[in-house]
């Protein structure tokens, strides 16, 4: 399993524990305000769609979501006024991290980000600083009981796919970002139901760190993700088997 297999990993984890703190929902809300900008119908505006099915997979209310589409959308008096931000830095022992953000208050973002990345020994960087070593990419996760590494390769391949990655309950695939609805659509017509659907920023060179130091970088990214107006953060480390073993003991 690749190192960003691990992340992805570690996200569907830590979105268990946000719906538990309540924060997920919130999260989900402004992607929603933020997608709906571009039309309130999920049929005609892919973005918007994909965030409805993930926040829909997360147990987000109907009415809840169909209200924050009319928001997002300008059709209620209470806009949402939000802007979607990405700001750049690097945490402990050098690591890249690239962190997504919506928010009606920048000021407030960037502050609340800065002094995570302070008082973890990083800090922020200038555009571009740390960008270059990540790409766009569409990601889909799809649960396999008994997998057949031939087959699902051979029908991802099919569908689109770019990068292909099987192991022993799960198959992931990754896009190009214009493609990921159309092969996640493949996909699911044949047969291969996708757990996750979304777009993501995958590192392009990865770092390995000892246990310890690997520890205190998951930590910073638990503490940026816990802020209002973060919504994910990206990294280049390289996450062992075992470190993520630990880490899914400790959510569970």
């Known amino acids: 399993m690749s190192g960003h297999s691990h992340w992805a990993t570690i996200k569907r ?14 999260k989900l809300g402004r992607e929603i305000a933020i997608a709906a900008r ?31 589409i009319r928001r997002g959308a300008g ?3 209470d806009a949402a006024q939000f802007e979607e931000l990405m700001y750049e830095g690097y945490g402990p022992h050098g690591i890249a991290m690239i ?19 302070t008082r973890a020994g990083g800090n922020l960087a200038e555009t571009g600083a740390v960008a270059w070593n990540f790409e766009q990419k ?49 996909l699911d017509k044949a ?27 998951l930590q910073v990214v638990d503490q940026l993700e816990e802020l209002e107006d973060v919504q994910q953060v990206y990294a280049s480390l390289d996450l062992p088997e075992e470190l993520v073993a630990e880490y899914e003991a400790q959510a569970a």
Do not use: C
Not at 16 to 26: P, T, V
Not at 40 to 55: T, Y
Not at 191 to 216: C, H, I, N, R
């Open 38 to 68: 571009d039309g309130a119908d999920p049929e005609n505006n892919v973005k918007l769609r994909l965030i409805v099915n993930k926040a829909k997979a997360s147990g987000m209310p109907k009415d809840m979501i169909e209200r924050t």
């Open 13 to 26: 984890k830590k979105g268990a524990n946000d719906a538990k703190r309540g924060q997920l929902f919130s």
């Open 75 to 77: 059709l209620d008096k």
């Open 138 to 186: 569409g990601y889909i996760s799809i649960p396999v009981t008994h997998p057949d590494p031939d087959r699902l390769f051979e029908i991802a391949v099919e569908a689109g796919a770019d990068d292909v990655e099987i192991t022993d309950d799960r198959l992931e695939i990754y896009t190009a970002p214009n493609e990921l609805h159309a092969v996640s659509a493949a």
């Open 191 to 217: 047969g291969l139901k996708p757990e996750t659907v979304e777009l993501t920023m995958k590192p392009k060179q990865l770092t390995t760190l000892d246990m310890k130091d690997a520890q205190s970088v």
């Open 99 to 117: 962190v997504k953000v919506t928010t009606d208050n920048r000021n407030r973002a960037v502050s609340d980000i800065r002094r995570v990345f």
